[in-house]
């Protein structure tokens, strides 16, 4: 893995946003395109931020007035799960095909009992030595 590159697993397709923009109109890009981030940047294309959907729970827990809307008006029911016999591979390849970072861990007798994330399997994949040729 150490001849795998930043520019060939990067990707390219980004959407900016100006340090101006509302905060409302950078929600919409996001939701629209379903991406978790945009990149803040000046006239000249040169980098001032990001602002991801983790910036977007501090906005809220800090707005002002509060909004008094329940979790059950925004969650997701359409849940995908995992069960912890699931290979990774398979995770993987379903997490970026619906294009999310979560994926619940369910048992049939004990329901919910963990979660997997990107950034799990990042950390995994940190870690793994390529195999010697056999």
């Known amino acids: 893995m150490d001849d795998i590159f930043v520019g060939r697993l990067m990707s ?36 001032q931020g990001i602002l991801t959907t983790t910036d977007f729970v501090g906005i809220v827990a800090a707005s002002s007035p509060k909004a008094e809307t329940t979790v059950a008006k925004y969650m997701s029911t359409d849940v995908i799960t995992t069960t912890v016999q699931d290979p990774i591979t398979e995770v993987a390849e379903t997490m970026l095909e619906h294009g999310f970072h979560h994926m619940p861990v369910v048992s049939d007798t004990d329901g919910v009992i963990g979660i997997i994330t990107t950034a799990d399997l990042t950390s995994y994949l940190s870690h793994v030595q390529t195999p010697s040729p056999s």
């Open 12 to 47: 390219s397709d980004l959407h900016t946003v100006s340090p101006d923009t509302l905060v409302e109109e950078a929600a919409n890009v996001m939701l629209e395109e379903g991406i978790g981030s945009v990149m803040v940047v000046d006239g000249n294309n040169d980098l």
